[in-house]
């Protein structure tokens, strides 16, 4: 996938027809309301924001798609007319605010570069820690996929040791638990470790 950031304002996103297969998308099978381009845009949106700081959740955005032979573009713009800015008197005159509650904890996903690196970090962890995480492999990439909270706050500090790089946004942790291989959760996790302790 190649990302440009043509502007603050707008984005162009080229993915080839080998990097489309590889996400289980057909270009002609994605419909206005079908829950498979749904899937797919957000997928995108997480991408751009993560490597670019761009927020595409910021005002109104608008998506054109061109398909081609080799792949599909993808310009993602943001519509800055018509945007209603506050006045800090009208500021002055709200009366309340509803607060989001802010969830406990999200799920982090860990890559990693090598089968060795992966191995290093689940023999350092500890059991009670490696017990809520999952392991999985997508393609040649093994990652380790863990809730991001205070109980966990050791563990995920020794898999930085070892991680090549992370995510913690929602979309991309739910397309490596629908696509990547399971490879080991829980107490089979906390089993992995401990062979490899042995062999080491």
Do not use: W
């Amino acid at each position: 996938m190649r990302i440009e950031k043509l502007n603050k304002d707008k984005i162009k996103v080229t993915l080839t027809t080998a990097e489309l297969i590889n996400l289980d998308i057909d270009v002609k099978r994605l419909s206005p309301d079908s829950k498979e381009l749904h899937t797919f845009l957000f997928h995108i949106m997480e991408t751009i924001r993560e490597e670019t700081g761009f927020n595409p959740y910021n005002g109104q955005v608008v998506v054109e798609a061109t398909p081609s032979q080799d792949g599909i573009s993808i310009l993602v713009k943001r519509l800055n007319k018509g945007i209603k800015k506050i006045t800090e008197e009208q500021f002055k005159k709200v009366v309340s605010v509803k607060p989001k509650k802010k969830e406990p904890g999200t799920e982090c996903v860990f890559y990693f570069e090598t089968f060795n690196d992966m191995y290093g970090a689940i023999s350092e962890m500890d059991k009670s820690i490696l017990a809520k995480a999952s392991l999985f492999k997508l393609n040649k990439t093994y990652c380790i996929l863990i809730r991001n909270d205070n109980e966990n706050m050791r563990g995920i500090n020794v898999i930085r040791e070892f991680t090549e790089r992370m995510s913690i946004y929602p979309l991309q942790n739910e397309y490596i638990k629908e696509h990547a291989l399971l490879v080991a959760k829980g107490q089979k996790l906390v089993e992995m470790a401990e062979n490899v302790k042995r062999l080491m």
